[in-house]
């Protein structure tokens, strides 16, 4: 059974950075696609961005392009979510999830939850000054 931990969320300045984990066990995230979601208080939870660990293709939110950056340890069976220059806007609980790579696309999977089977239970992110 596949298990996934967030980590690396706290309290940053807007423009500042964090570097988000998500460490899977149990199952190798070779065979999986693994997405970052947030959630702010009131919200929906959102497709943050998401990576196929078969071949590395990617997905980001509009909104986070060109300032997040999601990526791979194989080694470590770890996908990581660098943020940088952050907003307020940022502020929420993120959350890793795992789909299985040939039942979803990365698009599909950020924007539509297609196939998601697992679930991290998220690590808190705030900006604020």
């Known amino acids: 059974q596949l298990q996934l931990v967030e980590s690396g969320g706290g309290l940053v300045q807007p423009g500042g950075s964090l570097r988000l984990s998500c460490a899977a066990s149990?199952?190798?995230?070779?065979?999986?696609?693994i997405g970052w979601f947030r959630q702010a208080p009131g919200t929906e939870r959102e497709g943050v961005s998401c990576?196929?660990?078969?071949?590395?293709?990617?997905y980001y939110e509009d909104s986070v392009q060109g300032r997040f950056t999601i990526s791979r340890d194989h080694a470590k069976n770890t996908v990581y979510l660098q943020m940088n220059s952050l907003k307020h806007d940022d502020t929420a609980v993120y959350y890793c999830?795992?789909?299985?790579?040939?039942?979803?696309?990365?698009?599909?999977?950020?924007?539509?939850?297609?196939?998601?089977?697992?679930w991290g239970q998220g690590t808190q992110v705030t900006v604020s000054s």
């Open positions: 999830a795992a789909a299985p790579t040939y039942l979803t696309t990365v698009q599909a999977m950020c924007v539509m939850r297609s196939n998601i089977g697992y």
């Open positions: 149990g199952l190798s995230l070779d065979y999986y696609s």
């Open positions: 990576i196929r660990t078969r071949d590395s293709s990617t």
